[in-house]
T-cell receptor
Framework: KAGVTQTPRYLIKTRGQQVTLSCSPISGHRSVSWYQQTPGQGLQFLFEYFSETQRNKGNFPGRFSGRQFSNSRSEMNVSTLELGDSALYLC??????????????FGSGTQLSVL | AQTVTQSQPEMSVQEAETVTLSCTYD???????LFWYKQPPSRQMILVIRQEAYKQQNATENRFSVNFQKAAKSFSLKISDSQLGDTAMYFCAFLNTGTASKLTFGTGTRLQVTL
């Protein structure tokens, strides 16, 4: 079974641009959640999608958005990039989104650098 | 809101020795899970061990075990017979069963296993 796949692995953008990151969950998983990892703030929850609906959201500005497709693949978008958006973005998938005694499986992340 | 504290930014242990990583948390919830995740240089978060709050018995997974003290809100990880492959960042994480997939992470402990 293939793991959680995140593309691209690395991305370089300039301030003001927008970016879209992709996450393909493990086959059969319906929940995808996103996390931002920075040296200063650590790991912070962005949002979770389950069956194409946003079910949970962290404390991030509206520039951060996401969506989930019918095949459970998810994308997150960051508009009007700021230097502080430079981070490793991790996604995690699970069948039911952690509501039961199940594991979250993480991808290897997308490293975003904003210049 | 929950908080997770890891007070040891870095630790070192010799191969074959035992090391304990500390974690404390704060919550008013009764139903929750606690996790230890490992993040090697590949950046992928790998689940090491998890503990259900309602279970008094400490979880074990091969060389990894936890000391869960619910009243003290403490959740330490013991690694026995340390191996070079255990070198990684270790994150303690909290999951409230009411907010599925929204993990709250500690700041991490960098563990170096030496010869």
């Amino acid at each position: 079974k293939a793991g959680v796949t995140q593309t691209p692995r690395y991305l370089i953008k300039t301030r003001g641009q927008q970016v879209t990151l992709s996450c393909s969950p493990i086959s059969g998983h319906r929940s995808v959640s996103w996390y931002q990892q920075t040296p200063g703030q650590g790991l912070q929850f962005l949002f979770e999608y389950f069956s194409e609906t946003q079910r949970n959201k962290g404390n991030f500005p509206g520039r951060f958005s996401g969506r989930q497709f019918s095949n459970s693949r998810s994308e997150m978008n960051v508009s009007t990039l700021e230097l502080g958006d430079s981070a490793l973005y991790l996604c995690a998938s699970s069948f039911a989104g952690g509501r039961t005694n199940e594991k979250l499986f993480f991808g290897s992340g997308t490293q975003l650098s904003v210049l | 809101a929950q908080t997770v504290t890891q007070s040891q930014p870095e630790m070192s242990v010799q191969e074959a020795e035992t090391v304990t990583l500390s974690c404390t948390y704060d919550t008013s919830e009764n139903n929750y899970y606690l996790f230890w995740y490992k993040q090697p240089p590949s950046r992928q978060m790998i689940l090491v061990i998890r503990q259900e709050a309602y279970k008094q018995q400490n979880a074990t997974e091969n060389r990894f075990s936890v000391n869960f003290q619910k009243a003290a809100k403490s959740f330490s990880l013991k690694i026995s017979d340390s191996q070079l492959g255990d070198t990684a960042m270790y994150f303690c994480a909290f999951l409230n069963t009411g907010t599925a997939s929204k993990l709250t992470f500690g700041t991490g402990t960098r563990l170096q296993v030496t010869l």
